[in-house]
Antibody
Framework: QVLLVQSGAEVKKPGASVKVSCKAS????????FNWVRQAPGQGLEWMGW????????HYEQKLQDRVTMTTDASTNTAYMEVRSLRSDDTAVYYC????????????WGQGTMVTVSS | QSVLTQPPSVSGAPGQRVTISCTGS?????????VHWYQHLPGTVPKLLIY???NRPSGVPDRFSGSKSGTSASLAITGLQAADEADYYC???????????FGGGTKLTVL
């Protein structure tokens, strides 16, 4: 069974950083990259970026590229997404989703990680 | 505001057909980039409904179909069911933004 399992919910203060993990199983990790997508409360889906399996090809959403870093670890079949200098409008559910490229459909999604930014 | 425009809401009675539009431009849909569609039920994870404009993943009923023409794409749902009540999102690539984009989402209400 193909699964993406994400790390648990986080509560952070403004200005802090958060790192979300996404562990893949049930398929060949090196065949796919990852999109990261978030959804703020009451809002739609927002694409954050895409990373290739080995992290040698990364596309970031332009408004976020100064605060977001995506990485992968093929030895543990895990992708990571870090957001720095958190603000209240970063409060959202963060999803990882399997995709062969930034323009390719996301066929499998993680369960989502709620990140709350509050003082 | 997304570069892919969807109607905020659509509705239909059980058994009817509804369509959800996704309007873009020459830098995304009109530039030949594929359109994908997702269904997002409250409290669940988004589910891929249509990929590559017209293709259904295994397990998605043929009541769901996708089309693309020029700078727009559409998702059609026939034989509406109460279980179809959800938010629907289109997704494509934009060459000007050099990244993927999602439409703003459409809330489907089954009357």
């Amino acid at each position: 069974q193909v699964l993406l399992v994400q790390s648990g919910a986080e509560v952070k203060k403004p200005g802090a950083s958060v790192k979300v993990s996404c562990k893949a199983s049930g398929y060949k990790f090196t065949d796919y990259g990852f999109n990261w997508v978030r959804q703020a409360p009451g809002q739609g889906l927002e694409w954050m970026g895409w990373i290739s399996t080995y992290g040698d090809n990364i596309h970031y959403e332009q408004k976020l590229q100064d605060r977001v870093t995506m990485t992968t670890d093929a030895s543990t079949n895990t992708a990571y997404m870090e957001v720095r200098s958190l603000r209240s409008d970063d409060t959202a559910v963060y999803y990882c989703a399997r995709a062969m490229g930034a323009a390719i459909a996301c066929d499998i999604w993680g369960q989502g990680t709620m990140v709350t930014v509050s003082s | 505001q997304s570069v892919l425009t969807q109607p905020p809401s659509v509705s239909g009675a059980p058994g009817q057909r509804v369509t959800i539009s996704c309007t873009g431009s020459s830098s995304n849909i009109g530039g030949g980039y594929d359109v994908h569609w997702y269904q997002h039920l409250p409290g669940t994870v988004p589910k891929l409904l249509i990929y590559g404009n017209t293709n259904r993943p295994s397990g998605v009923p043929d009541r769901f179909s996708g089309s693309k023409s020029g700078t727009s794409a559409s998702l059609a749902i026939t034989g509406l069911q109460a279980a179809d009540e959800a938010d629907y999102y289109c997704h494509s690539y934009d060459s000007s933004l050099r990244g993927s984009v999602f439409g703003g989402g459409t809330k489907l209400t089954v009357l």
